[in-house]
């Protein structure tokens, strides 16, 4: 296979700055994509070359497939990496690329179509003696009734195409089945464009922990050991870590077995990660995702590793190996934007002020930085704060002190909620399950003190306007044409 | 001087009474807390109080204070931009929508009968679903929206009356 020249990223946000950068890192020249609303991301700035593909609506541009391949073919790049989300693991993109000419960084696209539907994959499973939960294949009330009574409430249902939560409802009886089946189908509808659903018996207590798989063109599939992501809201991961706590050295092998047996049968190449379900000494094949994940972090740096690169040089033809012996413990957080007081209701907002962590062991994945616009077109993810040690407990220390360190003004986020879950007894005595939040940090609110702190700030902050206005102000620098914050002011700038 | 939090009914009552270098005297209600703030070279600043360190930003943008406490966001109103909004008709005569996103469904029609609690519409924003309801029982008055609108944040969806003493708890008719 020809090698690689030149990489188009079609995606945004952080992943598109973290791919930019392993691309630059492996040799390549890169081409950002962006969208009307993100025509001043710092992921347009850091690549070499940068196309509008549309306008801020994601359906009109990154997730239109025409735009892109046109985009590729414009700037001359011989390889698209589609990062997670958006058309990740549409097979239709994968072959417009196979179409043009351009090497889709990710697996074929009739391998991503057998295992993009979760019901698809589930038989793939099945024939491959992995293990999966109880479910059904149904759109049909009656259906969905019948099984419901013979597993008993409550029951999951799931987007066939879906993933990331959307198209998720639990139904905890009879009686909520059939609106739940509507809401499921027209969400699932309008996120994957297809509005098959899925029924399954729902776990009690499980715990949600996956295998990351990397495979190439000759037929070889490692794993690079497993992530424990059972810290969700609203069936999205927030907290992920690796190595998973507690998981016995038996069930790890039994697991990563499963996993690679699956991705055999599949004929899987490139990265992917294998989703189970676990339950005491059961585990339970849930879905594949046919992509890098959002949580692939936490992977590299116990493995000493860098997945972007390593899925670059499989599209370039090149074979795994077995990795070195991965070492300590690696925890991420997902800094949303979003109001974990009041339901995670999204939120949008200028930055207007960031504070990064760092120090030995931390790593900030984001596309933040002070000015940048957070919209309401796109998710919500504004960075992953991801801490290494030793082990798991220098690890959260680490985590904990980088939460403290991190400050976002002008855009509400769940930092701090993030911080007060990571610093728990529950999470350190590492109590995980899918239900970790309904249990231990539903209806969480934010310190008094820091309340009080935030009020005596608002009251400081709304006083300044009125005095202080014989205090020296550096007149010139608020009138920059360079800065698009003049309208507003920060205490220092006054001083 | 009265803030009210966003997401927040509630009002706060606060000001600075008095300030002496970094001493800062704030009432906050009935409370007076004596603090010690030390701005620092990036605009922010250390806010001590009873013996505890805050690094906090403040910024003020359009009618929002925003403050950051650690790691926590707070984005304040003063409370006349509050209730200016609930005079143009926040005060459940209004059904607006919490941020800009597209309608998905109405469930709803002008003339119908709602009970509290009950989903009037659905949005969609930042991929996520959001249900609206009835905070008290009423008569829709004005459906302003159709499934598939974009909507912008303040929106008007829907306008609601109060339901008739006589209401019984059905719906009226649909065709």
Redesign the interface.
């Known amino acids: 296979m020809a090698r690689l020249t030149k990489l188009l990223i079609a995606n945004r946000g952080e992943i598109a700055l973290r791919i930019i950068r392993s691309a630059r890192l492996f040799g390549l020249k890169t081409v950002a994509v962006y969208s009307a609303a993100d025509a001043k991301s710092v992921h347009v700035g850091a690549a070499d070359e940068a196309i509008a593909i549309g306008p801020p609506e994601a359906a009109k541009s990154y997730l239109d497939i025409a735009a892109i391949i046109s985009a590729a073919k414009q700037a001359g790049a011989d390889a698209i990496h589609p990062g997670y989300g958006f058309l990740s693991e549409r097979p239709e993109f994968a072959q417009a690329a196979a179409d043009a000419q351009i090497v889709f960084v990710g697996p074929r696209p009739e391998v991503m179509a057998a295992l993009g539907n979760k019901v698809a994959a589930r038989r793939i499973a099945v024939a491959a003696a992995v293990p999966v939960v109880p479910g059904i294949e149904a759109a049909e009330i009656s259906a969905a009734r019948e099984f419901g009574a013979t597993v008993g409430y409550p029951i999951l249902i799931k987007a066939a195409a879906g993933g990331g939560g959307r198209g998720m409802r639990v139904v905890a009886e009879a009686g909520q089945l059939e609106t739940a089946l509507e809401a499921a189908a027209r969400e699932a509808a309008a996120a994957f464009g297809d509005g098959r659903i899925f029924i399954e018996k729902y776990l009690a207590h499980p715990r949600h922990i996956e295998i990351q798989i990397l495979g190439d063109d000759h037929g070889n599939v490692i794993a690079l050991g497993e992530r424990d992501c059972s810290i969700q809201r609203r069936h999205q991961k927030i907290v992920e870590e690796s190595p998973a706590p507690g998981l016995s050295e038996a069930m790890r092998a039994k697991m990563i077995d499963a996993a690679l047996k699956l991705a055999r049968a599949a004929h899987y190449t490139n990265a992917g990660t294998t989703e189970f379900l676990v339950e005491g000494d059961n585990f339970y094949f849930l879905e594949v995702n046919a992509r890098l994940q959002v949580e692939h972090p936490v992977t590299e740096m116990r493995f000493g590793c860098d997945l972007v690169c390593e899925q670059l040089r499989v599209a370039s033809g090149d074979a795994v190996s077995e990795p070195a012996a991965p070492s300590g413990a690696a925890i991420e957080c997902r800094i949303n934007a979003e109001d974990p007081e009041h339901d995670f209701r999204p939120a949008t907002g200028t930055v207007l002020h960031l504070s990064v962590p760092g120090g030995p062991g931390v790593r900030f994945d984001s596309h933040l930085v002070r000015g940048a616009e957070v919209t309401p077109w796109y998710d919500g993810l504004l960075g992953k704060l991801i801490c290494y040690g030793a082990d798991r407990e220098e690890a959260r220390g680490r985590l904990v002190d980088a939460l403290g360190e991190f400050a976002l003004l002008g855009v509400t986020n769940n930092a701090a909620y993030l911080r007060d879950i990571i610093a728990s007894e529950q999470f350190r005595d590492a109590r995980l399950s899918t239900h970790f939040i309904d249990e231990f940090f539903s209806g969480w609110k934010i310190a008094s003190g820091e309340i009080d702190a935030a009020i005596v700030a608002a009251a400081i902050t709304a006083g300044d306007t009125q005095a202080e206005s014989a205090a020296p102000r550096a007149s010139n620098d608020r009138h920059s044409p360079w800065d698009s914050l003049h309208n507003f002011e920060l205490w220092g700038s006054r001083r | 001087?009265k803030?009210t939090r966003?997401?927040d009914s509630q009002e706060?009552d606060?000001?600075?009474t008095s300030r002496d270098g970094n001493m800062?005297r704030?009432r906050?209600g009935d409370r007076e807390?004596v603090?010690e703030?030390t701005?620092?070279?990036?605009?922010?600043?250390i806010?001590a109080?009873?013996g505890?360190r805050?690094?906090?930003?403040?910024?003020?943008?359009k009618e929002s204070?925003?403050?950051?406490?650690?790691?926590?966001?707070?984005?304040?109103k003063?409370a006349e931009a509050s209730s200016r909004r609930r005079a143009r008709g926040l005060a459940a005569a209004e059904i607006v929508a919490?941020?800009?996103?597209k309608v998905?469904?109405v469930m709803v029609r002008d003339g119908d009968l709602v009970e509290a609690g009950q989903a009037l519409v659905v949005i969609?924003?930042?991929?996520?679903?959001?249900t609206l309801a009835a905070e008290s029982a009423a008569l829709v008055k004005h459906v302003r929206v159709a499934e598939g609108d974009a909507v912008d944040?303040g929106a008007v969806l829907i306008e609601l009356s109060p339901a008739p003493a006589s209401s019984t708890r059905e719906s009226a008719p649909r065709a």
């Open positions: 001087m803030l966003v997401g706060i606060a000001e600075v800062v704030v906050i807390l603090v703030f701005p620092n070279a990036d605009g922010g600043g806010l109080i009873d505890r805050y690094p906090v930003y403040g910024a003020r943008r204070i925003f403050i950051s406490v650690g790691p926590a966001s707070f984005e304040f003063p919490p941020m800009p996103g998905l469904k969609e924003a930042m991929k996520m679903e959001t944040h």
